[in-house]
């Protein structure tokens, strides 16, 4: 048995407003055209689903049970809709984001943006470096998520993250004498910046042992037990361990994910892509 929409959207209507006139305004149709459709579903169905007396309209038992599922089956269909309607939004979105801020959720976020705006093309550009930030600047980037201190940028405060010096649980402590080894993304990099002014600021001697334009080499590097690094408490793993205090070393400061925005970069493409950005990062 197929159910024409348009009748469950009447019943509903009727039941939600109360009335066949009130119904019949909120459809834009005409009373008799209500109750047209209304007797067309009770037929099809070969039960009774309303009470009408002269003042209300009521469901009878067997309308209760049709309603729940006849309001399942439109909120199916209307989700359906919206998955596959057109969107007339279209262009290029140019976006920029720390590699420290992708985790499982972004790729999902990027495959729901692309299935809904399928005219739109991504350009994605993911990066550890403050370049991000000078890219927004230039308008070489529409908008990007930034890390970095409080305030350095203007724009939309998604998360906070605190810094903490980080090693191995197999790092062993360097003999006396012997310098501390630690790690870094190249500059321009904000988990760098804050660690080497950090480092500037105390008597310890330290060098830098391991370079890596990549956060996963930098993972490699910590837990082969080779070196101390920088980076945000969430971005700890199994294997490591804070040591916030040890050898000399300092507490350090937080940082901001922004999302920031360029100058020429509010297009409603990518306005509807920040404010899925947004939305993601306050779950």
Request: hydrophobic share 45%; aromatic share 8%.
């Amino acid at each position: 048995m197929d159910f024409d929409p348009t009748l469950l959207r009447a019943f509903v209507a009727v039941k939600e407003s109360g009335s066949f006139t009130r119904a019949a305004n909120r459809l834009n149709l005409t009373q008799s055209a209500v109750s047209h459709q209304i007797r067309r579903l009770e037929e099809q169905v070969g039960r009774s689903l309303l009470y009408r007396t002269t003042r209300n309209v009521t469901l009878t038992e067997d309308g209760t049970d049709f309603l729940r599922h006849a309001e399942q089956i439109l909120q199916s269909l209307d989700a359906l809709t919206r998955r596959f309607q057109s969107s007339p939004i279209a262009g290029i979105v140019r976006f920029g984001v720390p590699e420290n801020f992708i985790g499982d959720r972004l790729p999902t976020l990027l495959c729901q943006f692309a299935r809904a705006f399928p005219a739109v093309q991504l350009d994605v550009n993911v990066s550890m470096s403050l370049d991000l930030g000078a890219m927004v600047k230039a308008c070489e980037l529409d908008l990007a998520v930034v890390m970095a201190l409080p305030d350095m940028y203007e724009g939309t405060v998604l998360r906070k993250a605190q810094f903490v010096w980080v090693a191995a649980d197999i790092f062993e402590r360097p003999q006396c004498g012997v310098s501390l080894p630690f790690a870094f993304i190249p500059a321009p990099c904000i988990n760098r910046k804050v660690g080497v002014e950090a480092l500037d600021r105390i008597s310890a001697d330290w060098h830098v042992v391991f370079t890596s334009a990549s956060q996963q080499g930098i993972r490699a590097a910590v837990l082969s037990g080779l070196a101390i690094t920088v980076m945000t408490r969430d971005d700890v793993e199994p294997g490591m361990k804070i040591i916030d205090g040890e050898y000399g070393l300092p507490p350090l400061q937080t940082a901001d994910f922004t999302l920031i925005w360029s100058a020429e970069g509010h297009t409603d493409a990518s306005c509807e892509f920040g404010r899925m950005i947004t939305e993601m990062a306050k779950r």
